[in-house]
């Protein structure tokens, strides 16, 4: 297994190409036009190849807001997807967070995971690597992160966003799951996350996406994000 990891300028068209293919798998109403215009605003990508084929990828965007006299440095995950035909691997996240720790060294302004999760198995990557996230069924949703979410969910979809839900609304240009890629099971609904998830985001299913946060600073990683340096 290879990993990639690039800055998106660098990304060569075949490449892309067979990110798309691998993406148009699992998600419905995906264009190649809207596909490469979401790419072209990210800053860099991850990408897991084997076999000569994109077994998975991650894409990431750097926001930088300023709020209350806090300078932040937003990591805002685009899409990820991996390929369910091979056997898990765990490569993936690997680099994802030696990428996040290369950026800790590098920047002094408070480090945020800004996410939105159209699938509970994304959103459950927060309880994996972080004590505390938001919005999460163990905690309130302090003042301070809730004005950090709604600024860069506003930010990012100005037109789809309900300061109300922490919801940004499905329309017609957007993509969405397979309805058979990851189904909140019964048996799923008896994990805290997962049901808080499905009742917070009940239009998940037609591609409706949770705004989260996460602060990557040190005390509030979990022992799961650091077996992944290793």
């Keep these: 297994m290879d990993i990639i990891n690039i800055k998106v300028k660098d990304v060569k068209q075949a490449l892309k190409d067979d990110m798309f293919r ?34 998975g990828f991650t894409t990431i965007e750097h926001l930088h807001l300023k709020i209350e006299d806090k300078e932040i440095l937003g990591v805002f995950s685009g899409n990820t997807i991996m390929d369910l ?27 945020y995971w800004f996410l939105i999760c159209k699938g509970y198995k994304t959103y459950r990557y927060l309880n994996v690597y972080c004590k505390k996230y938001y919005p999460s069924y163990m905690a309130k949703t302090p003042e301070m992160e809730q004005k950090i979410m709604d600024a860069y969910a506003k930010f990012k979809y100005p037109d789809n966003y309900d300061l109300h839900t922490g919801i940004i609304k499905h329309d017609d240009s957007m993509d969405y799951l397979k309805d058979d890629v990851a189904p909140i099971t019964e048996r799923l609904l008896r994990k805290p996350e997962v049901a808080y998830f499905a ?32």
């Design 85 to 111: 035909s091979i056997p898990p691997s765990l490569h993936l996240q690997q680099a994802f967070v030696r990428y996040i720790e290369d950026l800790k060294k590098t920047s002094d302004k408070a480090l």
């Design 199 to 230: 009742k917070k985001n009940p239009g998940h299913i037609h591609g409706d996406e949770l705004v989260c946060l996460a602060s990557f600073s040190d005390d509030n990683l979990k022992p799961g994000y650091y077996r992944a340096l290793r």
């Design 22 to 55: 691998l993406m148009s798998t699992y998600y419905d109403n995906l264009s190649k036009m809207q596909f490469d215009k979401d790419l072209s605003n990210k800053d860099h990508v991850i990408i897991m190849v084997e076999g000569g084929l994109v077994r």
